[in-house]
C-alpha cells in the first residue's frame, strides 16, 4: 500500500473520534469507492484512512473540547490507512483474514511505520465482518448521504 496523496482533496471526511483512554482524536476520511450504502458491504478499491493527533492539553492535562464536541487537534501522531481489492486476501490465513483487506500505518513523514505487524489491524477489525470490517460503516454512510 502506498499513501495516497491528495486525499485531502479526493477522500470526504466522513468521521471523527475522541479516544479517552490515550488522548488522541482521530479524523476519518475515504476515497469515493468507500461510498458506503446502508446495508452493502463496501466494495473493492474502497480506502478508509485517518489522521491520528495528539489532542491539546489544557493547563491541567485535560484534553481540550472543541466547539464540535471532539478534542482539539494539535501534533499530528501517524496515519492509518486499509484499503480493499480483488483477491488480496487470498494468501492469508482464513483465520487472521478479514475480507480482502490491507492495512498500513504510515509515519508523519508519509513513509510505512517500521514494526507494525499487521495481525493487530487483522485481530482487532475481525470481528467486525458483518461491517466490512470497519469501525466506521456508519458514518460512512451518513457521509455519503450528506454529500449528496
Same mark, same amino acid.
Given at each position: 500500500?502506498?499513501?495516497?496523496?491528495?486525499?485531502?482533496?479526493?477522500?470526504?471526511?466522513?468521521?471523527?473520534?475522541?479516544?479517552?483512554?490515550?488522548?488522541?482524536?482521530?479524523?476519518?476520511?475515504?476515497?469515493? +469507492?468507500?461510498? *458506503?450504502?446502508? $446495508? /452493502?458491504?463496501?466494495? &473493492?478499491?474502497?480506502?478508509?484512512?485517518?489522521?491520528? #493527533? @495528539?489532542?491539546?492539553?489544557?493547563?491541567?492535562?485535560?484534553?481540550?473540547?472543541?466547539?464540535?464536541?471532539?478534542?482539539?487537534?494539535?501534533?499530528?501522531?501517524?496515519?492509518?490507512?486499509? +484499503?480493499?481489492? *480483488?483477491?488480496? $486476501? /487470498?494468501?492469508?490465513? &482464513?483465520?487472521?483474514?478479514?475480507?480482502?483487506?490491507? #492495512? @498500513?500505518?504510515?509515519?508523519?513523514?508519509?513513509?510505512?511505520?517500521?514494526?507494525?505487524?499487521?495481525?493487530?489491524?487483522?485481530?482487532?477489525?475481525?470481528?467486525?465482518?458483518?461491517?466490512?470490517?470497519?469501525?466506521?460503516?456508519?458514518?460512512?454512510?451518513?457521509?455519503?448521504?450528506?454529500?449528496?
Amino acid at each position: 500500500m502506498t499513501f495516497p496523496e491528495g486525499y485531502k482533496h479526493m477522500f470526504t471526511t466522513c468521521h471523527t473520534i475522541n479516544f479517552p483512554a490515550t488522548k488522541p482524536v482521530r479524523h476519518y476520511h475515504a476515497n469515493k +469507492a468507500a461510498a *458506503a450504502k446502508a $446495508g /452493502k458491504p463496501l466494495p &473493492d478499491s474502497s480506502v478508509p484512512f485517518a489522521e491520528a #493527533y @495528539a489532542a491539546k492539553l489544557d493547563a491541567d492535562g485535560k484534553p481540550v473540547m472543541g466547539d464540535d464536541g471532539f478534542y482539539v487537534a494539535d501534533k499530528l501522531l501517524f496515519y492509518t490507512e486499509m +484499503a480493499s481489492g *480483488a483477491g488480496w $486476501g /487470498k494468501d492469508i490465513l &482464513d483465520m487472521p483474514r478479514n475480507g480482502d483487506w490491507n #492495512y @498500513a500505518v504510515f509515519t508523519t513523514g508519509k513513509q510505512h511505520k517500521p514494526r507494525v505487524s499487521q495481525a493487530e489491524c487483522f485481530a482487532c477489525h475481525k470481528p467486525l465482518d458483518s461491517m466490512s470490517d470497519t469501525f466506521t460503516l456508519k458514518q460512512l454512510a451518513e457521509a455519503t448521504v450528506s454529500r449528496k
